[in-house]
């Protein structure tokens, strides 16, 4: 299954604000912020990433995190793509309970 572009905008700034990630929310295109990444361990004063709420994407030029939010809880957690749905609440392309992942 693939997430909606509506899914996926509102995944990711679910992620920005659990990992507490500044960001503009009324800017669309893309736009630079600090990556929450474990490579930034001790932060990223200088942003790294630059991410686009209107596709849902993020990416990291400092360090390999990229993608869409499934990607991200992958890459964070080290799940499966279906593992990933399954901690984010979807199933079957339907969010079927809250999340409560990250
Ligand atoms: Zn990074």
Redesign the pocket.
Known sequence: MRLTDEQRSRFLIRILEEKGVGYRPGQLGWQKVS?Y?M??ARG?LNP??SINIGKGSYK?F??D?AGDAVDLVMQETGLDFQGALVRMGIEKGQVVEEPTWL
Request: hydrophobic letters at 20%; glycine letters at 28%.
């Open positions: 990556c990444g490579g930034h990223d790294s990433a990291c400092g360090c995190l």
